[in-house]
């Protein structure tokens, strides 16, 4: 672990200040994700830059009938507001799905969008990783890749973004608003994050001297027909091999809305436009949601230890979609999947 | 008089426990401590080429930088790096030279003057290394496993009986199949650290993370060249350990190293990752062959396996014994060979040889039961033995008939529907599977001192260490028992090598041995305090012999007649005697004429989702037939303990080793899984009535072991009965069930 400086940041603008006058600075809130990277040595920041005193902390209704959750709005506090709770279940049951209670509880929303892979390689520095130290190779596409994509790989890196709660935000279609020297501005979410491409050590679009102030959730919460399946190596505290967040809204017989978007199948929480397609204006059915899935998973590629996950990935979708169709989302406490 | 002995006691450590003022090794503070932090190799074998300290000591706060090039002396032969548990070969030796056997292994060690400096700088160590080629996988080194010979702390697998070829030939069914079980990791929420504390008279006083403070403290001083009074080893808590604990470990050398070389006080705690260096489960391949006839009988055993084991000692345990010990079987051959890989030596861990051995066995049971179309607890007592099979010779006692015929019922067994895939719960598949258990029961010798005041208080003290397990507890409760006090007013001292002798606690030996000992000693202090109560006028018990007599109440009591009795605290002070102290060893005769073992019965519910494979494990009941139970509130923890691990060994624990660099790549606890609350439902403990006369005095077996046994087997046949797959390495994660 390298030293480092700390300060505190007094508000939003002084925060862009302190990260424009220190490049090799970094926020910290909750640290979940930060502190161990730093412990790894992985992070090596010059200085924290304590944003916790920021008032970000709230969870505010918008003028088109959504809401703004604030960047600094922890895990658990947001999992059990109200206006999630009847408004966006979704979001509340992925959140649920990830982590402890005690990590939810210190990790924010601003960080959870900004955690990075949990790839074995990147977190050990004796191993190279294109993400930790660009151009050294990826050690996971010939190594231990058991947790790794099956989506929008690239030579250079295969791994996940570990966040439940973002496979929610892309479902949901959020916006993601930051502040920086130029200014604010929003972010769709499916924009957020980055595939690896040739540059895997950028995870999201957000400049390096910008910070995220709040994501943004339209009105259409899907709270009538959604579920969040996570499947994993042990019933709680793993992270995913699938996740799925489905969200559909019915009219009658006929889904007039589908949302679709898997967790640990890729670089970013991945959505897929042709197979919600592909469920609009279907009447939901077990052979239409094999469909989706097929679609989803055209492109799916593995690399020896994963394969399974894109067997598991289909069954996975078209389960998440029975529930969500059904009405009877998965419960996050009560671990037999429904 | 109380009886304390088999009753639900609470831990008397309990409180100190749950508000810290149990302190750990980690933990004892003195002025001037010194902080240390290991430098950790970066690859599996090679050589050390140079090491590059110079920005780590530019560091302010940093006092030095120790490698194999600057440490203080340390001893050459191998004879001096032995312990009580070593197995044979030419022990590793931390900072010895430059020589790397295996990746984590310690290259440098950093002191300074806080924690955070010493990591800090252990950050800018560069070493560079010649590296050579590895091989940490097994199935690449099978065809190059090697038989070992019988020597030190192993033995042979034992003698094969009959003529297992011809009644395999014979046979009317035959199984044969392949069992993996991965390497796994101890993970002991205690870090592994130990604290020197080096006195103003140049001795050190080690406090360390150890199952067997003598060891280590002999250890140490083979290895610094030191006399036996120059070094104290204390461990009073230990926060599990689970045989990682067992023999001496790196953390306490380089600890002590760096207290002489610096002259001050230091400590080393070791980081999670780092304990992935210390020791580990050994993988094994188990091939296991069983021959039977149509009409009930298991006419042929083979057991053949291969595990791993490092460069540089010969680590071996008795896996292939146990499937010729537990059936009645006229026919049985054993094989048992070592592949060497480039990692540390593996060493024991809970029920170790057992917890794998029977795995494979009882699966292959299993397996055989499904062949002969009979149901897999009526397979088991048909082939029901009450003799050792492997010796011949019968048991102390055995009382795993009552533990099949309680835990089924307890299970509700009979209701099983024998077809695979028969039973459904909505969209699970639900399967009941069962395994037997068995373990030794194992006694060493051990010494205890008793010092018992005229006030009525006694302090019972041995060298021992309670690893979690509840020593303590239990040596309270016996010495409260045999010198007739209440609980209250017995203090227990152990974990320090000053103490009376005891062996390293492990093998489910401590609580058989020191009971023992406890009771030989109070023997004793009774004997003592008859023949000062003789002396008093018109003594009670002027014609009583020891025999004769109980110690109750504060009273030395006739057995004869209660009514005579003498005041405990009289007699003392009628010779003007303040305090009784006697320490006696105690042995224990084996004449070799039964077999003494512990047993299990496990029958395990699981209910596994047809499509997506997540398997939960929705009930689990325990029958446990280990003699004379000292505390039935501690016991039931250890045995719950044991199944939730019984479940991680089927479900999830597997150490993840990137064989291109020879690295383990999931060394920490986020990554490596084991069992969280979320995968434990319901868990019911049996312990079946066992006396056992023949064993020892107290008719005591110890149960820190046999937990574990046969849970993972019975798991893994719920799962077949629920599913129809049969998956035979381990862990069973849900893409092993995939169709």
């Keep these: 672990m390298i030293n480092f400086q700390y300060v505190r940041a007094t508000d939003v603008a002084d925060a862009v200040h302190r990260i424009a006058a220190d490049p090799a600075a970094t926020f910290i809130a909750g640290g979940s994700n930060l502190i161990d990277l730093m412990k790894y040595d992985v992070e090596r920041p010059s200085r924290l830059i304590d944003i916790t005193r920021l ?33 966006y279940p979704l979001l509340a049951s992925a959140i649920l799905a990830g982590a402890s209670a005690q990590l939810r509880n210190m990790a924010s929303t601003g960080g959870n969008l900004l955690q990075r892979t949990r790839c074995y390689y990147f977190y050990d520095t004796a191993t190279p990783c294109n993400k930790r130290e660009p151009g050294s190779g990826c050690s996971a596409i010939s190594g231990l890749n058991r947790m790794h994509a099956i989506l929008g790989t690239s030579e250079a890196c295969i791994a996940t973004h570990p966040s439940d709660m973002c496979v929610a935000l892309a479902a949901l279609d959020a916006r993601v608003h930051a502040a920086g020297p130029a200014g604010a501005r929003t972010i769709a979410f499916s924009d957020f994050h980055r595939l690896p491409e040739n ?26 027909n959604y579920t969040y399946l996570k499947i994993r190596d042990r019933l709680s505290y793993a992270f995913a091999l699938v996740s799925v967040a489905a ?47 097929d679609v989803f998973l055209r492109d799916a590629k593995a690399f020896g230890h994963n394969a399974f996950k894109i067997n598991l990935a289909h069954r996975a979708i078209v389960r998440a979609l029975i529930q969500a169709a059904a009405g009877t989302p998965q419960s996050q406490s009560d671990k037999k999947i429904r | 008089m109380t009886n304390y002995i088999g009753t639900a006691t609470s831990r008397i450590d309990g409180r100190a426990k749950v508000t810290g003022e149990a302190k750990y090794a980690g933990e004892f503070n003195i002025t001037g401590l010194a902080h240390a932090s290991v430098v950790a190799s970066t690859i599996a074998k090679g050589r050390i080429a140079r090491i590059d300290a110079s920005a780590a000591l530019s560091v302010e706060g940093v006092l030095d930088v120790l490698t194999h090039l600057n440490r203080p002396p340390m001893a050459s032969a191998d004879s001096a790096y032995d312990d009580d548990t070593a197995p044979e070969g030419s022990p590793f030796r931390p900072l010895y030279n430059d020589r790397i056997w295996f ?83 101890h993970n002991p929420i205690e870090l592994f650290a130990s604290t020197v504390i080096f006195e103003s008279d140049g001795k050190l006083t080690v406090y360390d993370k150890t199952q067997g403070v003598q060891n280590v403290q002999r250890y140490l001083c083979n290895v610094l060249g030191t006399e036996p009074e120059e070094v104290r080893v204390m461990s009073p808590f230990v926060g599990g350990a689970f045989g990682s604990g067992l023999r001496p470990q790196f953390q306490a050398v380089l600890a002590a190293l760096a207290a002489r070389a610096l002259k001050r006080s230091v400590r080393l705690a070791l980081t999670r990752q780092q304990m992935y260096g210390l020791s580990y489960r050994p993988a094994m391949i188990q091939q296991i062959e069983l021959g039977a006839s149509a009409g009930g009988t298991l006419d042929a055993i083979a057991h053949d396996a291969i595990t791993v084991t490092s460069q540089y000692e010969d680590f071996h345990r008795q896996e292939t014994g146990w499937s010729g010990l537990l059936y009645r079987c006229a026919n049985a051959t054993y094989a048992h060979r070592l592949a060497r890989l480039d990692l540390e030596t593996p060493c024991d861990m809970r029920a170790p040889s057992a917890a794998t051995g029977v795995y494979a066995l009882e699966c292959a049971m299993d397996e055989l039961a499904v ?43 009979d209701k099983r529907n024998p077809e695979p895939r028969s039973t459904r719960d909505g969209t699970e598949l639900v399967g009941w599977g069962m395994a037997s258990g068995v373990w030794e029961a194992l006694q060493v010798p051990i010494a205890a001192r008793i010092v018992l005041t005229a006030n009525g208080h006694a302090e019972v003290s041995c060298a021992t260490s ?44 401590i609580a058989a041995s020191v009971s023992n000992g406890i009771a030989t000693t109070a023997g004793a202090v009774r004997e003592e305090l008859l023949r000062l109560a003789k002396q008093m006028p018109n003594s009670a018990l002027a014609d009583a012999t020891a025999d004769e007599v109980t110690l ?75 003699g004379r139970i000292l505390n039935t509130k501690t016991a039931r923890s250890q045995i719950i303990g044991g199944v939730v691990w019984g479940i991680g060994m089927a ?89």
Excluded at chain 1, 75 to 85: C, R
Excluded at chain 2, 144 to 171: D, I, V, W, Y
Aim: glycine share 6%; charged share 25%.
């Design chain 1, 247 to 293: 969200a559909l809204e019915l009219q009658g017989d006929t889904i007039i809305e589908a949302r679709l978007a898997l967790g640990g199948v890729a670089h970013k929480p991945w959505r897929d436009p042709t197979a919600e397609a592909a469920l609009r204006e279907q009447a939901p059915s077990q052979a239409t949601f094999n469909r989706a899935a």
């Design chain 2, 371 to 413: 062949a002969l179309k009979l149901d897999p607890l009526e397979l088991r007592l048909r082939y029901y033995s009450d003799r050792d099979q492997n010796t011949d010779r019968p048991y102390s006692s055995k009382s795993l008939r009552e533990c099949y015929r309680q835990g089924s019922q307890a299970f509700g067994w």
């Design chain 1, 55 to 87: 008032p970000l902390k709230s969870v505010e209704e918008t003028a088109d009938g959504g809401l703004r959750i604030g960047a600094l709005v922890s895990n658990s506090d947001l999992a059990y507001h109200p206006l999630i709770a009847a408004r």
């Design chain 2, 651 to 739: 479900l999830h624990e597997e150490t993840l080793i990137d064989h291109n660099f020879g690295r383990i790549m999931n060394a920490n606890i986020a990554e490596y899984h084991v069992p969280v609350n979320a995968d434990v439902y319901d868990i019911d403990v049996i312990f079946v009535d066992e006396l056992d006369a023949i064993v020892n005095p107290l008719g005591i077996k110890g149960l820190g072991e046999i937990g574990i046994v046969g849970v993972a087997a019975a798991i893994a046949n719920a799962i077949y009965h629920a599913t129809g797959m049969r998956v035979r390495d381990l862990p069973i994660t849900l893409d092993k069930l995939q169709r």
């Design chain 2, 466 to 509: 309670d690893i979690g397990t509840g020593t303590y507890t239990i040596m309270a409760q016996v010495a409260a028992e045999m010198l007739g006090l209440p609980l209250d007013n017995v203090t227990v001292k152990l974990g320090d090598s000053t103490l009376p002798q005891s062996p390293v606690e492990g093998g489910s030996w």
């Design chain 1, 199 to 224: 540059t895997p050590e950028r995870d999201t679009n957000l400049q390096p001297n910008e910070i995220v102030t709040a994501v943004e959730l339209p009105a259409r919460g899907f709270a009538a």
């Design chain 2, 552 to 626: 109750a109440d504060g009273m030395l009591v006739s057995k004869r007649d209660a009514t005579c009795a003498v005041s405990i605290a009289e007699a003392m002070r009628h010779r003007g005697v303040d305090r009784i102290e006697q320490e006696k060893s105690t042995t224990f005769d084996d004449d070799g004429s039964h077999a003494h073992n512990t047993h299990s019965a496990v029958f395990a519910e699981v209910k596994v989702d047809e499509e997506l494979g997540v398997i939960r494990v929705t009930r689990v009941v325990s029958a446990i037939a280990a």
């Design chain 2, 103 to 185: 990746n984590f292994q310690p290259v440098a060690l950093v002191v300074a003057e806080k924690p955070e400096i010493a990591r800090f700088a252990a950050a800018l160590v560069r070493v560079e290394y010649e590296e050579q080629a590895h091989v940490t996988d097994l199935h690449r080194q099978r065809d190059k496993a090697f038989a070992l010979e019988p020597g030190k702390n192993h033995s042979a697998p034992p003698k094969p009986r009959g003529t297992a070829e011809q009644a395999f030939a014979a046979a009317a069914v035959r199984h044969r199949g392949e069992y993996y079980v991965p390497i796994e990791h």
